[in-house]
């Protein structure tokens, strides 16, 4: 896979809007996995760096949130374990299916 400049050049502000979108109202993976797709990532590869970008989203907002006090720990531990384990299982059955399928 190449990448060339052009290609750099629209996909990167894509990403920054994004992450502005995201930062607002969530969703910006609307915006985020089609760029990638357009930088010509594979289709299992685009929704993985896509997960994995908006995860550190998540996690500065979480963090933010438990700094004001706003979460209730015994309810967010749960959770974020069952979170991590339909996350872990959701990316394995995906691997399972077809790139025609998923694209």
């Known amino acids: 896979m190449v990448v060339t400049f052009q ?3 629209i996909v990167c502000p894509l990403l920054f809007l994004a992450g502005f ?4 109202a ?8 089609p760029a990638y ?5 594979p289709i299992h590869m685009a929704i993985a760096t896509n997960k ?3 995860t ?3 996690s500065l907002a979480t963090i933010r949130f438990i ?19 339909g996350s872990t299982i959701g990316a394995q059955l995906s691997l399972l299916v077809p790139e025609t399928v998923l694209k």
Do not use: H, M, N, Q
């Open 67 to 85: 700094k004001e006090r706003l979460v209730i720990l015994r309810l967010a531990i749960p959770s974020v374990i069952c979170g991590i384990v």
């Open 37 to 41: 797709l357009f930088a010509g990532l």
């Open 7 to 9: 290609t750099f050049l």
């Open 52 to 54: 994995f970008s908006s």
């Open 21 to 24: 979108i995201d930062s607002i």
């Open 26 to 33: 969530g969703g910006g993976g609307l915006v985020s996995l």
């Open 56 to 58: 550190f989203g998540t």
